[in-house]
């Protein structure tokens, strides 16, 4: 059976342009891969995907018209049971083979095989391969069913009854294998040769394909249409980086912005507007967000970082004079920025601690009160904080910082833009002279938001992120908003991941277990609340405080787990193997900025000669100890020690314990490590020649008391036994 390429077009009203990427990848990648099931295809076959706002499509090589026959063998059953003491077929076999569609057979067509101990019939027959015709409709039914759409559309089709469901309606559908058209239906629709081009850029209002291969030349020539998503996309990246460069100003790279802008257009025409340079006054992320949000603008920056009053679009149509096409974006842009402009003199005639009581009625969560309440809480934890951190300057500098932290949500350019929160937090605050630790500390407390994204710039900001993040924690796991497979809403364990590497990046002393000891007193005291009330205007007072939540201990070890499995994903992105995060996360450190070095320590430790053979000796004593049912005291008494082997360990503990205790307490948990490698003879010796459970119980004692030494001075930096294989 000859080869021909195959060639699957579905003529759309416009897709959504944030989803088309994903739309064009799936639709090509499910319908190939469900030809390739139906052996429809072969391993050369090359798949090209096409996506543009109005259609779906997929060119497919060396497609076969039909599948090849294939042999199949069918277990039927024991021949005990399928044939009778005559040999003949029993009505068990006659009910079996007529399900298989074969009522009338012979006995003798019928093979017969050893099946594990019992001899069993098996029919063999050749089964006709799928035709194209029948494959495709299946592929394309399974393509459509499979798209990544949360929500399809509801449509009727001409002959006004039938309804049928799709991203968007459908026109037309193409299915060509080399010049000919398959024969299928979809979606109220028979396949055909047609689409069209451009809506105003095209030479005809319709375009015949005519061979698959055709389908994307004939697309540009005739349609004006680039239909490679891909292709698409690097013609205006292009663009906009050569249009940049004639006039010597730089782009910012955004992916989703491109990818976006790339779904909205078929022909990508680069153009260069301008606005008037008095919007510049305005903080430049609200002018970035509002051009790229609203308008699909790319803004362009001059050498140093700054904003200019230029920006580049993307039009959907080319014209000798594009004057028309500038203009009514720069009328477009202006009246955005002006409401921006607006927005932004409003806010600051307006101080920031002025917006707080309106806190009071904005909800935090219906369990946990309102923000302003949020704002006690968050004052007195950051305050903790700061003076654990820094001492009390810093305390003081954390609770004012938090007092305003959330004051920007009532602004009217959040209200319009909430992704400037903090943000413009930060330039109020500066407008009013406060200082620009405080201010960079407003903008500062939302960080990290995402993966790789900043820490809080100043130890003021940290303070503040640490309280907002760890009381949202703390509450939520409290009120049981805990998350479940792939659903976290409030996105905690991206809080999680923020405290965490605030923590250890930024280098801070202080155990985990004693901050959260303080968030989960602070949240849970209600004199807080109290105090809240009073301060509140007669109007307000008689708002409900809901019920400070109770932290029983299962949801303060749920929620210490889920910090650490957070921390044990980190580190082993980071590059460290499960068996070194395992080694150090036994010991349960609580200096989390300490954790670096104890893993370095440990990869040094397991290059040397000795680490294979410690470790194992290590994992041999913690099985030994772990059958102890009594506990064990540490101290060994030398006047029971017997054998030479165990004397010679006991001595050698002794002259390594100072040593030992000298470089752990000095931080150099390289040093500690590799102390241990002059264990290696003395434990090897002893574990050779000296029997531990021995029927003595006082010499029993005494060898599990020196195991148990043993124990504690090679654990002080990592359980090493984890790391043995």
Request: glycine share 4%; proline share 4%.
């Amino acid at each position: 059976m000859g080869t021909r390429n195959l060639l699957v077009e579905l003529l759309v009203e416009e897709l959504p342009p944030k989803s088309l990427k994903k739309l064009g990848e799936s639709f090509a990648h499910t319908l190939s891969q469900s030809l390739a099931m139906q052996q429809l295809t072969s391993i050369n076959t090359t798949i090209t995907p096409y996506a543009t706002p109005r259609r779906l499509a997929v060119h497919l090589t060396e497609v076969l018209s039909q599948a090849p026959n294939q042999q199949q063998s069918h277990k039927l059953m024991p021949v005990a049971i399928g044939l009778d003491s005559a040999g003949q077929a029993t009505p068990a076999l006659i009910k079996k083979m007529s399900s298989l569609g074969m009522e009338i057979f012979s006995v003798a067509e019928l093979k017969r095989a050893m099946d594990g101990k019992a001899e069993a019939l098996f029919l063999e027959r050749t089964v006709t391969g799928t035709l194209l015709v029948n494959g495709l409709q299946t592929a394309l039914e399974q393509a459509i069913a499979q798209l990544p759409i949360p929500k399809v559309m509801a449509y009727q089709l001409t002959d006004g009854w039938s309804t049928v469901n799709f991203v968007r309606p459908v026109h037309s559908l193409i299915a060509l294998h080399g010049k000919e058209v398959v024969a299928i239906n979809l979606l109220g629709l028979t396949a055909g040769n047609t689409t069209r081009g451009h809506r105003f850029e095209a030479k005809s209002n319709s375009i015949v394909i005519q061979e698959a291969d055709s389908y994307a030349q004939q697309l540009q020539n005739e349609g004006a249409i680039v239909a490679s998503f891909v292709e698409r996309r690097q013609a205006i990246s292009d663009q906009l980086i050569a249009t940049a460069n004639k006039v010597n100003l730089n782009l910012i790279a955004d992916e989703a912005l491109l990818d976006e802008v790339t779904a909205l257009v078929e022909h990508p025409n680069v153009l260069m507007g301008q606005f008037a340079e008095a919007f510049l006054e305005v903080p430049q992320e609200c002018l970035i967000l509002t051009m790229k949000a609203n308008q699909k603008y790319f803004p362009l920056f001059d050498q140093h970082g700054k904003l200019t009053n230029q920006f580049l679009l993307v039009s959907n149509i080319c014209r000798d004079d594009p004057h028309a096409i500038i203009d009514g974006n720069e009328r477009v842009v202006r009246s955005r920025l002006a409401d921006a402009k607006f927005f932004f003199d409003q806010d600051r005639k307006k101080p920031l601690i002025s917006r707080l009581p309106g806190l009071n009625a904005v909800i935090y969560h219906h369990q946990l009160g309102t923000q302003g309440l949020r704002i006690e809480y968050l004052c007195a934890l950051a305050s903790k904080i700061g003076a654990m951190i820094g001492g009390d300057q810093l305390a003081i500098e954390a609770a004012q910082a938090t007092k305003l932290a959330k004051a920007d949500l009532l602004t009217d350019m959040v209200g319009e833009f909430p992704e400037l929160q903090g943000v413009m937090g930060r330039y109020y605050a500066q407008h009013e002279g406060l200082s620009d630790a405080i201010a960079y500390a407003i903008e500062d407390h939302y960080k990290p938001r995402y993966a790789g994204d900043v820490l809080p710039r100043n130890l003021i900001g940290v303070c503040v992120a640490l309280a907002d993040k760890l009381e949202t924690l703390v509450n939520l796991f409290a009120i049981g908003q805990i998350p479940t497979g792939d659903k976290d809403p409030y996105a905690l364990r991206r809080h999680a991941l923020g405290v965490i590497r605030m923590l250890i990046e930024k280098d801070l002393p202080i155990e985990l277990n004693k901050l959260l000891q303080l968030v989960f007193d602070i949240v849970q005291d209600e004199a807080i609340a109290q105090q809240w009330q009073q301060t509140m205007g007669d109007e307000q007072r008689s708002v409900v405080i809901p019920k400070r939540p109770i932290l029983t201990t299962e949801i303060v070890e749920s929620l210490q787990q889920f910090i650490s499995d957070r921390l044990a994903g980190v580190l082993r992105e980071q590059g460290y193997t499960a068996q070194e995060v395992d080694a150090v996360l036994a010991l349960n450190p609580q200096y989390l900025n300490d954790i670096p070095k104890r893993l370095a320590a440990v990869r040094a430790f397991s290059s040397l000669p000795e680490a294979a053979s410690l470790a194992a000796a290590n994992k041999r004593v913690s099985n030994i100890l772990k059958k102890v049912e009594h506990e064990i005291h540490g101290q060994v008494n030398s006047n029971q020690l017997c054998e030479e082997a165990e004397k010679a360990l006991h001595e050698a503990l002794l002259d390594l314990t100072d040593k030992v205790d000298q470089a752990f307490n000095e931080k150099d948990y390289v040093v500690t490590l590799q102390i241990l490698a002059e264990l290696k003879t003395v434990i090897d010796a002893f574990f050779d020649h000296v029997m531990v459970n021995v029927e003595d119980e006082d010499l029993r004692t005494n060898r599990f008391a020196l195991l148990k030494q043993l124990q504690q001075i090679m654990n002080r930096v990592a359980d090493i036994s984890r790391l043995a294989s």
